[in-house]
């Protein structure tokens, strides 16, 4: 495996019906709360939170006893869907990230800040009219890339101020008419950015029954998946399911699979993404510690170029591909920054 071979890999990734989808890994690097950070607060804060609320902390007490030893995920599996508990979990879990977006976004948008989200971004849009990421977070770190770079989004929500949910609306909204000579007219789409949140948005709500989204504070039920059982019943309502489906068909009908920052443990993207790892699809992986289970992946499909920081060593990268390790000295190209600036441009 020669460093020429991995620039052209990954460079051949960005053609039409690139699927991009950016996990935890990316927030965390600009401050957002890994999951063991979260359970770290929501330990600090649900007692107090649950108490004010007349609700007994008997399930709650349960689940913080696992949290350090198993994680948030599995900790949660003791909350049925109906738990009491679980609405404050929600507006707990969505104040503490939302806390910790706004200080990224002010640090992202400060003068001479590069941001290297924005940079990418603006390649993948202009590789298709239609450009699919999918991200399992609850942040608006890639809607601001979008904003600050001038790429108009399809959420699936219509309106500016409150908008609802209307996917139909969301794409018409995109649509350009070109004039053509004799008086006809083209119809077509702007190069956009259609995003999928399969566990929904930090700026999603529930309004007199219905899902809106909203930039400005609002009073609602905040629409986030939290881990644990509660995301299987919750999946299946509106927008989550619709979310789901756009998220899965982006990987159906993909041609070429860029990871960022994720970790490959969500069981309805690994379903989707299972059979196109196995007809050999043209992927790349980018995270500063790759996980386990994108290890296992690694392993088990060969073509599927992994870029990671060489053990002890940050400002080095270790690349996996096709059975081989390569390491690249004082290049770290499992930043997406470098990667942009070495590779893309």
């Known amino acids: 495996m020669s460093l020429d071979a991995v620039y052209t890999h990954i460079q051949q990734l960005f053609i039409a019906d690139l699927t991009t989808v950016i996990g935890s890994g990316l927030s965390c690097s600009y401050g957002l709360p890994s999951m063991g950070t979260l359970a770290d607060e929501l330990e600090a804060v649900m007692p107090e939170l649950l108490g004010q609320a007349g609700i007994p902390d008997t399930t709650w ?7 350090k030893e198993s994680g948030l995920e599995v900790a949660l599996d003791d909350l049925a869907g109906d738990d009491p508990s679980l609405p404050i979990l929600v507006t707990a879990t969505a104040d503490i990230i939302q806390a910790c977006e706004q200080r990224a976004m002010a640090r992202i948008i400060s003068p001479n800040q590069r941001y290297p989200l924005q940079e990418l971004l603006c390649y993948i849009s202009k590789s ?37 949910y209307d996917e139909v609306a969301s794409r018409e909204a995109l649509m350009s008419v070109r004039r053509l000579p004799r008086g006809q007219t083209s119809v077509g789409y702007r190069h956009h950015i259609r995003l999928a949140k399969p566990h929904g948005s930090l700026d999603w709500f529930k309004h007199n029954g219905e899902p809106v989204r909203s930039e400005i504070a609002f009073g609602g039920q905040p629409l986030i998946i939290t881990p644990g059982l509660s995301k299987y019943k919750t999946g299946y309502e509106r927008p989550f399911d619709a979310q789901k489906n756009r998220a899965t068909g982006a990987i159906d009908r993909a041609n070429t699979l860029l990871f960022i920052g994720y970790g490959f443990n969500d069981d309805h ?77």
Not at 61 to 67: D, F, T
Not at 140 to 152: K, N, Q, V
Not at 278 to 304: C, N, W
């Open 269 to 345: 993207l690994q379903t989707h993404l299972n059979p196109q790892f196995s007809r050999g699809i043209k992927t790349a992986v980018l995270a500063r510690t790759l996980t386990e289970a994108a290890m296992g992946y690694i392993q088990d499909f060969p073509h599927i170029l992994a870029i990671d920081a060489w053990p002890g060593q940050a400002d080095s990268s270790r690349v996996h591909f096709q059975g081989e390790t390569l390491k690249v000295e004082s290049i770290p190209l499992w930043d997406l920054g470098t990667l942009i600036s070495e590779v893309l441009t």
């Open 128 to 164: 298709s009219a239609s450009a699919d990421v999918i991200t399992t977070n609850y942040d608006r770190l890639i809607e601001l890339a979008c904003a600050l770079a001038a790429i108009p989004v399809d959420t699936g929500f219509s309106g500016h101020t409150i908008g609802t």
């Open 61 to 67: 007490v349960g689940v913080a006893q696992n949290l």
